[in-house]
């Protein structure tokens, strides 16, 4: 597939190219396991990138000028890692702790590297962050950098590939291009395309890019492509790069089988010889421009809304109102919705900034993973849709959390209070889902001035952090001025007499309210915990209130009653070296239908008669 070329840097090239195929296999070799034949594919595309087109201060990672490199296909970690040695960046002993415990260079690339942005490895997410990390460059930043995305074939099957092209189409991002290394040989065989780059080209230019097909080993054609694809044309660019999988050997060449295996020492040794093994050298990579990022709107004193109780009011409406108030205070927050603003109420911050929001339509992996762009490039990004939609991004959710992003994530139209839409819009599994990332942050506000308040407190928060609001208006029952912290709660009743605690978390505390004032006329005294914290939960008021009030708990919540409230309250107490209370958890038991919102808590055995009757029932005054 090599030609002859008459360019000078042909053999520098040439040299790196199979400087980085060697200490691929050398690497996964010395690991016992790895993906060397992956690497070895787009080993001669990442040569002329590294040398000629990546703009990156390697001894300055956050500098705001660098090109960004994100490898989708996140499996060819070996060839990653063997750049940055070519680079200068990791020496030669740290590359041969590949896959090894406390390694840096894990098996899949995640930001324990300073010079990785995002964790990949999960396929179909490299091009979606990479779009909204152009976003953030051509329309935020306002910096020349590039965004420079190397795809794997078997990975253009995923539908998130799809909703990045379409995106990047339509915001213009000419500062994005992708690389597609056209292999054709996944793991248990044949892509479903193979080679046909043809098919490749016609999908990118139907969705509005610039396609450049190219021999993958031609360096002549790898390099004319780049060359096209950083001339501002107002459409990104793809660069679809026939490749050999396992270029370079002749017994792991275009050979079903090798997928994901390392080789063993003698087969090392002979590829070796063929890929004819000389000193390894650092080749030097061109530093961006010292230019400055666009100029920021001077900061201001956040002033949250405030509502005087006079009327109820929807936690989502308290969202859309914070979130504009944040930012009026604050230039790097951002706004992302999934077209459903006017629900949402992100459309308060769309009207009052329209250049720091960005609509993200029906896709919402698109959505979660341009938050996770935005977080790449320091913004604070909040993203909001229905909560029952956050599961289609769930996996996104998912390695954000491995990517140590930190996006907000506000999920509204919650549990079966929703009321008419029926059970395909009701969230009954979102809290149970985001508490279960790692280092997560779920909050369930119950009110509007608390629902703006811990607004407030999600911009200051890392991680990824959720927040769950109602549909339905509610009683504002907190004064404009209480405070609520992270980890957090609020007692709203307690005496000396209680004689079991009633745990709440938004739509249920009104009826936990109610239940209480029934209960008092029936001398049960009940002590009232608002949970608006659902993780980190406020386990030093649980454990109190458990020795003050009888050692009894009922837990309700508009949830499946899996990995809800209930269980976080079970949780804080699975540790305790004292008694552990007794507890029961009332929550959605069956698959719910239409209806209004009090008929369906009703049926599922979450209003205010309920809860009376199951604390009746655990006191032992039925």
């Given at each position: ?11 520098q ?41 990546l ?15 994100i ?5 060819a970690s ?7 040695k ?11 702790t ?9 098996g ?15 396929l179909?997410?490299?091009l ?24 794997g ?5 995923e ?17 994005l ?20 780059t043809?098919l490749y080209?016609q999908r990118?230019e139907a ?6 097909v ?38 792991l ?8 295996k ?11 010889q063929?890929?004819?093994?000389v000193r ?32 109820a009011?929807?936690?989502?409406k ?55 762009g935005?977080?790449?490039r ?7 849709t229905f ?6 991004a769930?996996?996104?959710?998912r ?14 139209h919650?549990g ?7 059970p ?23 009110d ?40 957090g ?10 004689e ?5 978390a ?18 049960i ?12 939960i ?15 708990i009922v ?6 009653p ?21 507890v ?18 009703e049926?599922?055995g ?5 809860i ?11």
């Amino acid at each position: 597939m090599t030609t002859t070329s008459t360019n000078p840097k042909v053999q520098q090239w040439t040299n790196l190219a199979q400087q980085l195929r060697v200490d691929s296999i050398r690497s996964t070799t010395t690991a016992g396991s790895g993906h060397p034949t992956s690497s070895m594919s787009a080993a001669d595309l990442m040569a002329v990138l590294l040398t000629d087109y990546l703009r990156y201060d390697f001894d300055n990672p956050r500098n705001p000028n660098n090109d960004h490199l994100i490898f989708s296909k996140g499996h060819a970690s070996p060839l990653l890692y063997s750049l940055y040695k070519a680079a200068g960046a990791i020496t030669d002993e740290e590359l041969l702790t590949l896959r090894k415990f406390g390694s840096r260079l894990e098996g899949h690339p995640t930001p324990v590297l300073p010079w990785v942005d995002v964790a990949t490895g999960s396929l179909g997410q490299g091009l979606p962050i990479g779009a909204g990390v152009a976003l953030a460059g051509k329309y935020l930043d306002k910096l020349p950098y590039h965004v420079w995305v190397l795809l794997g074939d078997s990975e253009m099957a995923e539908g998130s590939q799809w909703e990045a092209f379409d995106h990047a189409s339509y915001y213009k991002l000419d500062n994005l291009v992708a690389i597609l290394d056209v292999n054709r040989l996944g793991q248990r065989g044949e892509t479903m395309h193979g080679w046909n780059t043809t098919l490749y080209a016609q999908r990118a230019e139907a969705f509005g890019w610039n396609a450049i097909v190219i021999d993958g080993h031609n360096f002549d054609e790898i390099n004319q492509a780049f060359a096209r694809a950083v001339q501002p044309n107002g459409i990104p660019t793809i660069i679809i790069a026939k490749t050999i999988k396992g270029k370079g050997v002749s017994f792991l060449e275009n050979v079903n089988g090798w997928h994901g295996k390392a080789l063993n020492r003698e087969q090392e040794a002979q590829a070796l010889q063929e890929l004819k093994s000389v000193r390894s050298q650092t080749f030097p990579v061109q530093k961006p421009d010292n230019l400055q990022p666009a100029p920021e709107v001077a900061k201001k004193t956040l002033e949250l809304p405030k509502y005087d109780g006079k009327e109820a009011v929807a936690t989502r409406k308290a969202y859309g109102d914070a979130l504009q108030a944040l930012g009026t205070a604050n230039p790097d927050v951002i706004g992302l919705d999934g077209e459903v603003n006017n629900s949402t109420y992100a459309e308060e911050f769309a009207k009052a900034f329209p250049e720091r929001y960005f609509e993200q339509y029906i896709a919402e992996e698109q959505l979660v993973a341009s938050a996770v762009g935005m977080s790449v490039r320091h913004k604070i990004p909040f993203a909001s849709t229905f909560a029952a939609f956050f599961s289609r991004a769930y996996d996104f959710i998912r390695m954000a959390a491995i990517s140590r992003a930190n996006i907000r994530l506000s999920g509204s139209h919650a549990g079966v209070s929703i009321g008419e839409d029926g059970p395909s819009q009701m969230a009954l599994e979102d809290l149970a889902m985001m508490r279960a990332v790692y280092g997560s942050t779920v909050l369930y506000p119950c009110d509007a001035n608390q629902a703006a308040q811990l607004v407030a407190q999600m911009a200051d928060h890392d991680g990824i952090v959720y927040m769950r609001t109602t549909r339905e208006k509610t009683p504002v029952i907190y004064a404009a001025d209480e405070e609520f912290i992270v980890g957090g709660s609020k007692i709203i009743h307690q005496s000396e007499k209680d004689e079991v605690t009633i745990v709440a978390a938004g739509i249920t505390v009104h009826e936990a309210l109610k239940a209480y004032e029934q209960l008092k006329s029936q001398r049960i005294m009940a002590r009232v915990i608002d949970a608006y914290s659902v993780k980190p939960i406020d386990e030093e008021t649980l454990m109190l209130a458990a020795d003050e009030a009888g050692n009894k708990i009922v837990v309700v919540e508009d949830h499946w009653p899996e990995g809800g409230l209930g269980d976080a309250v079970l949780d804080a107490f699975s540790m305790r070296n004292g008694p552990i209370p007794e507890v029961v958890k009332l929550a959605v038991q069956s698959m719910p239908g239409s209806g209004t919102p009090d008929e369906l808590m009703e049926e599922a055995g979450i209003n205010a008669y309920h809860i009376v009757q199951a604390v009746r029932a655990l006191v032992r005054k039925v």
